[in-house]
């Protein structure tokens, strides 16, 4: 029994599959980042080939990011849980913001470039925004 080999030069030049292997199948799984609006992200044909559904999924995907910044620096967290509220409040949030950043992470996942900018977008806007730890009192 012969062994195939294959050489590590061209393993980059490999093209993804056509959606003829799988007639059951119409979409292209990528396997790098590419650009175009013609994407599949979070949903089975969604945001499909329509343009504006593609700027939607980008907005989407931005404000998913900005919001699991603003999770991320809500004082709820960072409060002593004094009774059995404040931990299930803190517990909800928690499983919110690791949903949400399960979610943004699915949508990079799609290997879209136009969704991983709007997600490391996302996530830069909301820690301007959000983020209190840096800030230091100007001395006057």
């Not at 299930?88 to 399960?102: D, E, F, K, P, W």
């Not at 290997?111 to 100007?138: P, Q, W, Y």
């Amino acid at each position: 029994m012969a062994l195939k080999t294959t050489s590590h030069h061209n393993l980059g030049a490999v093209p993804p599959p056509s959606p003829e292997t799988n007639p059951a199948e119409k979409t292209v799984a990528h396997k790098s980042l590419y650009w175009g609006h013609q994407a599949q992200v979070l949903f089975t044909g969604w945001p499909g080939t329509n343009s504006g559904m593609y700027a939607l999924a980008v907005i989407f995907v931005f404000v998913l990011a900005v919001l699991v910044e603003w999770l991320n620096s809500c004082n709820f967290m960072k409060q002593k849980a004094e009774n059995v509220w404040t931990v299930v409040l803190q517990t909800a949030i928690h499983a919110v913001r690791t949903g949400l950043s399960y979610m943004v992470m699915l949508a990079v996942m799609s290997f879209n470039g136009g969704i991983f900018l709007a997600a490391v977008g996302g996530h830069a806007v909301g820690f301007v925004l959000f983020n209190r730890r840096g800030e230091t009192k100007m001395v006057q």
